[in-house]
């Protein structure tokens, strides 16, 4: 699914984003990836997005080497990736339904089927009854609900989470993780880079930890090798 092989990416001025990182998750996985702020996480998630390019190493998503793809071929190989968010980037101009049917549109799919896949997630996320509105007139939660679905509406083999709950309460937080479980419980891989250790030992999934860019520890059940 996601592997990564003695990747590093230097940016200006030598400063390290990551440095040397081998990682493999299967299809299936549920992974958080924890540390501090700076240790590397976003430039890991930006990377798997092919936001930035390595410096060295190899990148493979579903088996497509990342490194090579082009502005033609990189749409095709992100289709099979759900993105989700911390500020959630709905189109403030459209509504809910909108927002989650745009994610369908963009890859031709049918309209009638568009109408039943967009009503089956949000029947999922929760969010039946306000599929007119517009996300401004919405709670974080639910503006994150619909991130989450126009995230899974083109069911993708893989979903990358960056800080889902990094702007919700205790509360929104663990219902937001639940549809993540719900995702992965489906067969979607499901990455998530977060700060929130609370969630991360509640959920007890396998936990990546980095820290100065590299990754000192891949615990298989909920460990964490710092504290915040």
């Known amino acids: 699914m996601i592997k990564m092989e003695n990747v590093s990416m230097t940016y200006a001025k ?14 299936g996985d549920f992974v958080f990836v924890v540390g501090k702020s700076g240790s590397g996480k976003s430039t890991l998630m930006k990377l798997l997005l092919k936001e930035l390019d390595p ?9 497509e080497f990342l490194n090579d793809a082009t502005r033609k071929t990189l749409p095709f190989i992100r289709r099979k990736i759900g993105v989700v968010f911390q500020d959630f980037r709905l189109l403030e101009d459209r509504s809910v339904y909108e927002n989650i049917a745009f994610a369908q549109k963009v890859i031709e799919v049918p309209a009638v089927d568009i109408k039943k896949n967009v009503l089956k997630m949000l029947s999922m996320v929760g969010l039946l009854d306000k599929y007119k509105s517009n996300p401004k007139e919405l709670s974080g939660g ?14 993708p083999d893989i979903l ?7 702007n919700l309460d205790i509360v929104t937080s663990e219902e937001i993780m639940k549809l993540l479980k719900l995702a ?3 067969g979607t891989t499901v990455l998530v880079v977060t700060h ?11 936990t990546i ?12 059940k909920g ?5 915040d």
């Open 223 to 227: 460990g964490l090798a710092y504290e």
């Open 55 to 63: 410096t060295s190493g190899k990148i493979y998503i579903n088996g």
């Open 14 to 27: 030598d400063i390290v984003g990551i440095s040397n990182v081998s990682l493999h998750v299967e299809k």
């Open 184 to 186: 992965n419980d489906q």
């Open 142 to 155: 639910e503006q994150q609900r619909v991130a989450i679905a126009r995230a899974l509406v083109n069911s």
């Open 196 to 206: 929130n250790l609370d969630i991360v030992q509640q959920m007890n999934m396998r």
């Open 160 to 166: 990358l989470c960056d800080e889902p709950t990094g």
């Open 209 to 220: 930890t980095m820290s100065e860019g590299k990754i000192i520890s891949d615990m298989a």
